[in-house]
């Protein structure tokens, strides 16, 4: 990572990413679609439940991140006792993170759904879905963790593997623990539940042989490994502004679900729909980042500021592309897309402006998710999380009441996440500007000899 020139090496740390996190957004896609067959009140209440498990996806994701930026900066420090230490904790944070979503789907599931709809049939197949997903979450919690270590040490392949096996055998479960098929049972939405469960854990099996079997980067040695405080806050100097950060995408959606609600069910369920097709767009963006947080946060430890900046500068470049992309889909083809979904005539009626509407933030989405990559790599995690507040908290949320309560208009009410993507775009190329001047211009320019 500290050599190599920095497009190949950026094409090759993502590329495995970038095509794992599309086959999870293909079974987005499809589990969504085998639960719009279900009923429409049934992918109601999936998307009902998408903040919970969205929440669920920001503490493993944000602890992961944490243990990324943490591994790879030691590692670039050549400090190998740290790098080891970071990623024996990994392991054990990753069953206290599932402990707590277990709980929490045991005692809050239905009390969540009471929030928002009396419907009971709602209440019922949403209370089932929430319940089964977060206490079967030791899949999710673990494995993720074990990702971000891999992948702070330069391994791709196993990690894209691992998510390949999870999201291939939810795909291939989906249908047949719903529907019934053969000798499963059929179990409408809570089927879709279990089998992301099973898909999670088989995920989790994996990395753990492959971690315990194969040599890496760093050591994970459980014999006589004692927990240490400074190194839990250590992981979550970055990990928490970042697990905080992707909550407050939970805020967002439940506070648009709540606006929406107002509106009709249809909108809910579409605004879930819109979840499951952006996927196809900010994935790979996500994957891309998982190649760039590892290389800035090493050559960063290297004190190598060019690195640092012609991975930032490469990055935004393929991240534009990607968002473009997806910004002439969504153009073009709106009601093909929410077809998929065996959408209604009032689902077409809100969704195609919408789509086209929301999709005005893709581009600049794209450099915000590459600058808050490269805050997090360099260690500065409440940067992230500023303008992550900024962009779902300070914006999107208010700027959507307005429009719904001074307009009355659905349509008008989606122009909220471009302002929003506007201004966070505005303060993450101030924030860069600032890091550079006070930070990168401090590192020497190839690193030190």
Request: with cysteine; hydrophobic share 55%; net charge positive.
């Amino acid at each position: 990572m500290g050599i190599r020139p920095i497009l190949p090496l950026i094409l090759a740390m993502s590329l495995p990413a970038m095509m794992s996190m599309l086959v999870q957004a293909l079974y987005n896609v499809v589990d969504s679609y085998f639960v719009a067959q279900v009923s429409e009140s049934a992918l109601t209440a999936v998307s009902l439940v998408f903040p919970i498990q969205n929440l669920l996806i920001a503490v493993a994701v944000g602890t992961g991140v944490g243990l990324n930026s943490l591994i790879s900066r030691r590692l670039g420090e050549r400090n190998q006792k740290d790098a080891d230490s970071a990623a024996t904790h990994g392991l054990l944070i990753g069953l206290l993170n599932w402990l707590f979503f277990a709980l929490l789907g045991i005692f809050f599931s239905r009390t969540f759904f009471t929030l928002f709809t009396a419907n009971p049939e709602i209440i019922a197949m949403g209370e089932s879905y929430m319940s089964i997903v977060c206490i079967g979450s030791v899949g999710c919690c673990v494995s993720i963790n074990i990702e971000k270590t891999l992948q702070a040490t330069g391994d791709m392949i196993h990690p894209m593997l691992s998510q390949l096996l999870g999201a291939i055998t939810n795909i291939i479960l989906d249908p047949l623990f719903i529907f019934g098929i053969g000798p499963f049972p059929q179990m409408g939405v809570a089927g879709a539940a279990v089998a992301t469960i099973i898909g999670q854990i088989a995920s989790m099996l994996y990395l753990l042989f492959v971690l315990f079997t194969k040599k890496h980067g760093v050591s994970v040695v459980l014999r006589g490994f004692k927990p240490t405080l400074s190194m839990i806050k250590n992981i979550y100097a970055v990990g928490f502004p970042a697990i905080i950060m992707q909550s407050i995408g939970s805020v967002m959606v439940v506070g648009m679900n709540a606006i929406l609600i107002a509106f009709s069910e249809t909108a809910v369920a579409f605004f879930g729909i819109y979840f499951k097709l952006q996927s196809f767009v900010f994935m790979p963006v996500f994957g891309l980042n998982q190649g760039l947080l590892p290389i800035i946060g090493f050559n960063y430890g290297a004190r190598s500021r060019h690195r640092v900046t012609q991975t930032v500068k490469w990055g935004s470049i393929i991240a534009v592309i990607i968002m473009a992309s997806g910004t002439i889909l969504f153009w073009a083809l709106p009601a093909e897309l929410l077809g998929i979904f065996n959408a209604s005539e009032q689902m077409l009626a809100i969704g195609v402006p919408a789509l086209r509407t929301i999709s005005l933030c893709f581009i600049p989405a794209a450099l915000g998710i590459v600058s808050s990559s490269a805050f997090q790599a360099l260690g500065k995690g409440f940067s992230s999380l500023f303008i992550s507040i900024l962009r779902q908290l300070i914006v999107i949320l208010p700027v959507s009441l307005a429009f719904a309560v001074l307009t009355h208009d659905l349509t008008v009410v989606w122009y909220a996440f471009p302002i929003a993507e506007t201004f966070s775009l505005i303060a993450s190329i101030l924030i860069y500007a600032k890091l550079y001047r006070n930070v990168l211009m401090g590192l020497p320019e190839y690193g030190e000899q």
